[in-house]
Nanobody
Framework: QVQLAESGGGLVQAGGSLRLACVSSGPSFNFKGYIMSWFRQGPGKEREFVAGISLGGGKSDYADSAKGRFTISRDNAKITVTLQMNSLQPEDTAVYYC??????????????????WGQGTQVTVSS
């Protein structure tokens, strides 16, 4: 089974930036048949979609809270997806997870559509 591992979380002041990375490992798979997304779960909150990208075509989409501040990108040679987060605010504090879903998924913003998850990386933004 493909394994996902996130890195890059940490503590940052409001207005700062972080760059998260999600690296896949394990059995080779046809990555072009999948989308990879970032979700986050803040304290006492439900897991929510942040951004996603098609590993084949590169089409991306963002939650309204991420538009204009976050950028998702992919490196298919390394099967790695990064999330550049700028202008971070305390409300961005959460555990950030990367996840993998088949490209034909229609509800890509729904966590239940995803078949592989990483362990998560903590992002804390201080005011």
């Amino acid at each position: 089974q493909v394994q996902l591992a996130e890195s890059g979380g940490g503590l940052v002041q409001a207005g700062g930036s972080l760059r998260l990375a999600c690296v896949s490992s394990g059995p080779s798979f046809n990555f072009k048949g999948y989308i990879m997304s970032w979700f986050r779960q803040g304290p006492g909150k439900e897991r929510e979609f942040v951004a996603g990208i098609s590993l084949g075509g590169g089409k991306s989409d963002y939650a309204d809270s991420a538009k204009g501040r976050f950028t998702i990108s992919r490196d298919n040679a390394k099967i790695t997806v990064t999330l550049q987060m700028n202008s971070l605010q305390p409300e961005d504090t959460a555990v950030y997870y990367c996840a993998l879903a088949p490209v034909y998924t229609t509800n890509y913003d729904n966590p239940t559509s995803y078949i592989n998850w990483g362990q998560g990386t903590q992002v804390t933004v201080s005011s």
